[in-house]
Each structure stands twice: as C-alpha cells, then as structure tokens.
C-alpha cells in the first residue's frame, strides 16, 4: 500500500444500525475538510493572516460545533426540505470559506515562488493590495453572517426537539424507510431466477459428510445481488433442513450488540423445540449465553444463518459459542464485504460464495417476468430493454424495482425512450427511492473523505477503467487525501478489474448502475459538474470541478460559472481550436483558484503560459499529448506534488523543475515502439543534485542516467529515501556499484526498473546490498533490461522476500543462473525475454511453488523444455512466444494439473504441425488435453498477427 504524505484528516465515524439513515455526508465532508485546512492555515500561515486571523478562528470554531448537528441533519433532511435546505447552505458556506482564503493565499503567499514572499509586508502595505485586502475581510465579514444565520435556524431545530444533537446521546437513530432485506425476504418465485447453480453448490457444501467439525460458509457480494434471498432459498430448502436438528436465522445489522444477538439466538432454539426462554435470561451477561449455546448445540446438527454481517468483530465474539467438533454445525454468513468473507473462513472446512450479478440471458428473464409477467418482450420494445438492462448490471433488485416501474407504463415506444434517456434523473426520484437506499447502505458507511473519493469517481466516462496510480494522485490534490482505496471495492461499492502481480488493485470498473447513483449525488452534492452533451443538464452557480466528456459548443453560456473552478478534467473532442477555447476560458476565469488540471489525451503541443500563473495547482497531468518542450516557468508552481508528462515528447526537464520541492510524482517515460516488446522506451535526461532538492519524491519514472553522468546520478538517486518506484535508464557498466549502493537506501521502494544503453552493455549489478538489514522488504517488481549474465547475489528469497514479479530482458544468462529463481518464495509472475542462452531448461520439482503466470519470449538458443512433477503447482498461464528450435510441446507440462490457458506465439512450422499433429491422435499423445484454453498466433504474409486457431477444451 502506497501512502502519500498529504495533510491527515481525521476519521469520525459513528456505528449505527441498518436502519439508520444517511451520517456524515458531503456537508460534513466539506466542513470538516475545512476546519482541518483552517486550523493548518492557523498554525503555519499566522504572520499571512494578520488582521484576519481572530475570524478565521472564529468561522472554523463555528463550523467545528455545527459538525455534530450535521450527522443528524443530514439523516432527517430527506423527509425535511427546511432542514436540507439548512444542509445545503452549511456545504456552500463551507465551500465559499475556503475559496476566499485560497484567493487570499494566492495573492499574498503564493507570489513567493517568483521571489516576493521574503518582501511580503512591503507587498502587503500597496495601495492596490489594501483594497484587496479590504474586499476579503469584508467577504469573511459576509461568511460569519451567513454562519451566524444557519447557526440560529440550527438553534431552532433544537429547541423544537426536532433534531437532537448527536454529540450528547448515545441512543440510535432510526429513520422510517423499511428494510429492504424484509421485501427479499418476501420475493415471490416467480422474481426469483439463476438461483438453480448457487443454491445447489452451497447445498452441497452444507451437506453433513464423515467429517466432523464446524463449518463456515460466507456469501459475499454487493447490495442488491440478492445474497439474502439465495441463502433464505438454502435455508427453507426441505432435502437440506431435514439434516440438522436446529435451525436459527438472525439478521445482524450494522449496529449490534452481541447479548442482543445471543439472546435471539437462545430464543429461536428453544422456541424450536417447544420451549419457553430461560427464566434468567434477561439476567445473563455474555459469557453465560454462549456457554448456554454452546451446551444446547454440542453433539447436535445445527444451521445458523448470520444474516448481513458488517463487522468482523460479529464473528469473532460471537464464534465461540458455537461447538467446534463432535457436531455437524454450519454458519452461514452474508456480507458485502469480502475482507469479512475471507477472514472468516480462513480455516479448514470453510468456503467462500462470491456471488456474481446475473447473466444476461437471465436477467432478461427476470426483467420480462416483472415488467410484461412473460418470458419475452415486445419487438418494438427490445432495444429499449437492452439499454435498461445494461443499467441494472445484473442486479437482481435492480432489475425488479425497475421491471416494476415499467410495469405501470404502457407500451408505447415514445413512452419507453423517455424513461431510457431520463433514468439518471428517475433514479434521483421517489420512484427508484428504494434502489437509492439499497445502494446507500454501502455509500453511507464510508468515512467522510471516502465519500469525497467515491463521489469523484464520476468524473469518468462510463465503462471506463479507473487505474489506481492515476486516480490516487487525483484524490490528494483535491483535498481528500490518501485513503486505503480498497475500502471501496471490499465493500462492493466498485469492481475490482485487474490487481499487480502482488494481489493489490491496480484498475477499478464501476458498475453503470451505481455511476448513475454516484452522478445523482455528486451532482446533489456540487462535487462535479460534469459536461456529457446528453440531454440539458442544469449547471450550478458555482462549479468547482468540471469534467468534459464530448463537445462543448452548447455550453458558452456556462463560462461565467467558472470563476472559482478548482479541477478540470479533458476528457472531450480531438478538435484542437474548441480544446483551446475550452482551456483558455477555464484559465481566464478560474486559473487562481486551481489546484488540478488533468489534460490528458487533449490536443495540445505547447502549454499554455497562464498554466504557469496558477500558483495553487498541484496536479498537472499532460500525459498522451503532443507536449515538447516544458518552459522554465515551471518554477512558478510551489505547490505542485503531481507531474505527469507520460507517452509526451518531452525528453529534458529545465534545472528550474529542482525548486518544486513538493513534487512527489515526476512520471515522463515514454513507451517502445514495439508493443510486444516489454521494458521502456526512453526517459527524460537526469538532473544534478535530484537527490539534494526533490526530496519529496515517491514516483521518479523515467530518467535517463547517462546523458549527464551516470555515477553522479546514481549516487544523487540513493538520497530519494522516500521513493517507492524508480525507473532508470542508460546504465552503465561503471554505474553498477554505485547503483547498488543506492538501491540498498530506498527501504521504501516497491516497483524498481533498471534499463542498459544498449543490448551489449553490461550491468554490473552483482554486489549485495548495503542496507541494515541487506533486504528490500516491500520490493514487488522488478525489471532488469539489460545483459547482466549472471543474476545478481541481492537477487535471493532473504533480500527480497516480497518480490511477486520479476522481468529479465536481454539478460543473457546460463541454466545455472536461472536455476536460483525457483525458491523466490512469493514469486508469482515471472517474463524471461531474450534472456537466456541454454540450449534447454528444467524446471525442478519443488521450485516455483507460489508461480502462476511464466512467459518464456524471444529464446534463440532453447531447443527443450522440461517440467518436472512438483514444479510449478499454481500456474495458471504459460506463454511461449518466438522460440524458433522449439519443435515440441514442453515434456512434462500435463503435470502442471492447474493451467487454464496455453499461449504459443511465433512458433516454428515444425512446431505448429506436431502440436496440431498430438491434438489430432488424442490420448496420451495429446499433453495439453488438461487445459481448458489454447491459443496459438503467428505472422501472416503482411507482418500482422493472426489466430492460427484457438481451442477451448472447457466447451467441448
């Protein structure tokens, strides 16, 4: 996990039960990012404050008490439009706070990067600038009104009894929408569909079998996947409850008490067996009710559903009542997070059910059912349907609520396409109210800068991927800080789409239905404007943050909006003249309040210089254009932690980039021309005294070590002790010492890329590690492109015990050498390109034991491959890409029992013919018969590639 150094925020939450409506939303998301960025402009800028410093103090005392309130207004002011007005004012109050002394600090603090900071009280006294000066206290003096205000309408609130304050009672609030689980509870069969598989498979996990022992079973999956409703289908089941002698359904809910959860416990038990509750029950504390569970279940068959559980601590105080052996017993445990799935069914005889939305074919089944009570849909009527539901993502009750709603329609086409191209604002509406509180269960749990960090996600595009490096150094320039982002997808609020080889997220995919939620709230919220041509949306009074997605010619009128813009994400046309005019306005009207400008892809060779007058930006991402040249105004940004020049032509950096002292991310590689070539291209050329001036960089990718001096560069590189990924190029062989010696000073480094000038050049990197420990403990991928011919001796399982992916290209190395890979403890994907020069391999058996993913590329020497039993257990994926002697399949590959997928690519034709020769006599001379996915390609007449053919055994 990467974690950035940005300002902490503190986290507030208050656990309630399922039925306590929305806490600690946006309102309280802007206030407390406020009051925190207050007290930080208290403590580090007092001398820039002056005169203003009693006033900010008093707004940020204010807006400290009015916190509380806010959790409790926010969870009634759906059902009070007084009261959400109220909300909405605290939330621009607090917006427009901050806006006004951003400006303030722009004029007075910022101009400090051209050199007027050590002049401030001489800048501070012109006549220009105390008229300046004189409009800001008299907007703060407009601020402490307004607070003033809202502080007596919240007042009044209280003294009404409408709303009490949360900070001085600890009971539980309850709103009075009702349990959506309850309607699952309830569904008809007929609502119910592609529960055959799941049910069957937890059955059959359930079943009691010779061995004895407690058995846990977790279904984990999102809100709406209907994980009550399979589990209520299990339960009922009569071939299944006639196996245990006890049976017992508790729904946990958020907000729990653990002798509440024991006592029903004890209640349903007895009330089984047609007995009244223990006369002292009421009496018992913790302990004695499990120890009464406990002897009321031993040697018995027992079924215990533990319904909707948010909390791991639920499982672990509650566990030991339940017998361990000598019973046949089984928990059942429905989650939306699979942190708690996996935690708790960490042992032996415990499984995990991740349940998946439906497929299409059956969430049309279901959508039919409920919409037209048939099993088909209208002609005129089905292309509408798709669209509807390719929304519902497969979401069970999404696709009932929905089908339900339709149902009162009638038929007519005209009817259908309005509800298609309105359904993000009928999603906002009391119609789908129901299908806004079953996501809101999951949304409402996060802290409040998760909030923040969620509702920015709808800035992207839908069916777009969210890459974790991109969207991380979003959130911190924003404000949000760095959260655990994996917070997000283990509550199943976003879809994990890919992970590094380590197993952390590496891209997200957010499913439509909940885009369309996270757009509704963020545009309830003011978070983002965002600008897609579909439809008329109606701009707010003051955008903050704005997302283009498409052409902006019928949003002129909209410019005078962007005087206090903070963010600009370009993610329209290729049109260079409208991007220009686009930029040019948002820079005219908004540069002096903005902190992020993300321009990639945009068409755009020059930067703009009022891009350089923007003393607040922190994130600027030009990557994927056609930017050449960075001008030395660049100094001019102090405040910059992000600059990303990716995929641009740039290749030199001006020395004044070395004043950004904030600067945490420098990311300005681009790639090599050849797609299937892996490695990188070129870097940026390295600057003296890097390593003396950025001492604030995490991310320093790529720089080309040899185009001023490679020694001086390399030593320079060993001073970045905070660097967590380091990507040089144009390594010498004179540099390698050096360069050891500095790697063994990034303790922090987790994704390291060391690059030769050319395919001859050696790199002498066989020395160990200078560190204390001679270890790099959070190393998880390494790329060595270059010859080493020997794989370097702080290669090993004690110095980088942590590593899961290493790449060797060019590398030149004998079988013995390659041979100390195999005991690389955690290795999981490993590449050797071009890197070996035997005339064979064998993989010994014992080695490799934790590897899943092996590409052998471009080997110019290998004639044969060897797997010996034992090797290699967990691979998952072979690739065997350019080995031109190779004539047969590798001897021994039917002893990798777990491949799912075999890829050949540039195969010799003797090859090709005898692997299509072994599948055509089958039997024992057909090694792969195993694997379910073979894939073979090769070159056609014209240099592209081709699918020669691709077999899928799992089908046939």
Known sequence: MLRFGAAAVHRDRTHATWTKAPENKMAESAVSFLCNQLSIWLQQEEELLGGLKQEVQYIRDEMMQMKAFLRVADSKKENNPQLKEWVRQVREIAYDTEDVLDEYMFRFALRGATGFRGHIKKYYYTVKNLKFHHRIASEIQTIKQRLENVSKTQQRYKDMGGVNDLASSSTVIKDTWYDGRGDALLLEDADVVGIVKPKKKLIDWLLPTDQLGLKVISVVGMGGLGKTTLV??????????????????????????????????????????????????????????????????????????????????????????????????????????????????????????????????????LFYKKTFQENSCPLHLKEICERILKICAGLPLAIVVIGGLLATKNNKKEEWELFGRSLGDEFEGENLKRMDKILSLSYYDLPYYLKSCFLYLSIFPEDNS???????????????????????????????????????????????????????????????????????????????RLALHTSVNYMEEEYDNLKYIRSFLWLGSEDAAEFAQVLEKVLANGGRLLKMLGLERAPIDTIPSKVFKCYLL?????????????????????????????????????????????????????????????????????????????????????????????????????????????????????????????????????????????????????????????????????????????????????????????????????????????????????????????????????????????????????????????????????????????????????????????????????????????????????????????SVFDFDMNGEWVQKWNFNQANS
């Open 466 to 544: 969210v890459r974790v490096n991109r969207i991380i150094p979003m959130w911190i320039a924003e404000g949000f800080v760095h959260p655990k982002q994996e917070k997000l997808w283990k509550k199943s609020l976003i879809k994990l789409h890919e992970t590094y080889s380590d197993g952390r997220p590496s891209a997200y995919r957010i499913h439509d239905l909940i885009r369309e939620y996270i757009i509704s709230k963020s545009k309830e919220q003011n978070v983002v404007a965002i600008f897609t041509g579909r439809g008329e949306m109606m701009w707010p009074n003051k955008i903050r």
């Open 618 to 934: 922190k994130h600027l991402n030009l990557s994927y254009t056609d930017v050449l040249h960075i001008p030395k105004s660049i100094e001019n940004l102090q405040n910059l932690e992000n600059l990303n020049l990716s995929e641009t032509n740039v290749t030199e950096l001006p020395i004044e980039i070395l004043k950004l002292r904030k600067l945490r991310h420098l990311i300005a590689f681009k790639s090599p021309d050849d797609p299937y070539m892996p490695g990188f291209g070129q870097g940026v050329k390295a600057l003296y005294e890097i390593g003396s001036c950025l001492l604030s960089l995490q991310t320093l990718s790529c720089i080309n070590a040899g185009e001023v001096g490679g020694i001086k560069i390399v030593r320079e590189i060993g001073k970045l002790t905070q660097l967590r990924q380091l990507s040089i190029t144009n390594i010498k062989r004179e540099d390698g010492n050096e360069l050891c010696s500095s790697i063994s000073k990034l303790i922090n480094i987790r994704v390291l890329y060391i690059s030769s000038s050319s395919e001859e050049e050696l790199m002498d990197l066989d020395y160990s590690l200078q560190s204390p420990n001679s270890t790099l403990p959070f190393l998880f991928r390494l790329v060595l492109h270059g010859r080493i011919e020997k794989v370097p001796q702080w290669i090993n399982p004690n110095s980088l015990h942590g590593l899961t992916e290493l790449r060797l290209i060019w590398s030149r190395l004998k079988e013995d050498h390659l041979v100390c890979l195999e005991d690389l403890p955690n290795l999981v994907k490993l590449v050797i390109l071009d890197a070996y020069e035997g005339e064979g391999f064998s993989f010994k058996a014992k080695g490799f034991q934790r590897l899943k993913d092996l590409t052998m590329a471009n080997l110019r020497g290998m004639r044969w491959m060897r797997v010996e039993k034992g090797s290699m257990p967990l691979l998952e994926a072979l690739n065997i890409y350019k080995i031109k002697l190779m004539v047969e399949v590798p001897e021994g590959i039917e002893h990798l029992t777990n491949l799912q997928e075999v890829l050949f690519l540039n195969m010799s034709k003797e090859f090709l013919v005898n692997l299509d020769g072994q599948k055509s006599r089958g039997g024992k001379d057909w090694k792969l018969s195993h694997v379910p996915q073979i």
């Open 232 to 365: 209520k289908k299990v339960y009922d089941d009569a071939s299944l409850k006639s196996n245990f002698d006890h049976h017992v359904w508790i729904t946990v809910s958020e907000s729990f008490k653990v002798e509440h959860l024991l006592s029903n416990i004890i209640r349903q038990l007895v009330d089984e067996v047609k007995k009244p509750p223990p006369q002292v029950l009421e009496a018992m504390n913790e302990y004695e009710m499990k120890e009464y569970i406990y002897k009321f279940l031993q040697h018995k068959n027992y079924i215990i559903v533990l319904d909707d559980v948010w909390q791991i601590l639920v499982w672990e105080t509650m566990r030991y009542a339940f017998p361990q052996s000598d019973t046949c017993g089984c928990i059942i445990i429905t989650t939306r997070y699979s942190n708690i799935g996996n935690a708790t069914c960490s042992e032996n005889n415990r499984y995990v059910y991740e349940l998946e939305p439906l497929p299409k074919e059956e969430s049309k089944m």
